[in-house]
């Protein structure tokens, strides 16, 4: 997986460690590393949530920067 840049993983981080276990009440609590990511949370459906979120969100900075750098190109 290729790293996104450092504003955007702290984005992302936040918005994700915004939400809230339906059940616990928990934040999740999310780390970018070298191989990805890792989420820890109160429970394994939250935290199945949680990473399902962090890869869609993912998915989409990773497309905008794509679109960013392609715009880039003259
Ligand atoms: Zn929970």
Known sequence: MSRLPLSMERSIK????KTKCPI???HPKVTF???GITVSCCCEKFRKN???????A???ALQE??????????
């Open 33 to 35: 590393t070298s191989s």
């Open 58 to 60: 993912i998915g989409k």
């Open 50 to 56: 949680t990473i399902d979120k962090c890869q869609q």
């Open 24 to 26: 616990h009440g928990e």
């Open 65 to 74: 920067q794509i679109t960013k750098s392609f715009k880039g190109l003259k």
């Open 14 to 17: 936040s918005d994700i460690e």
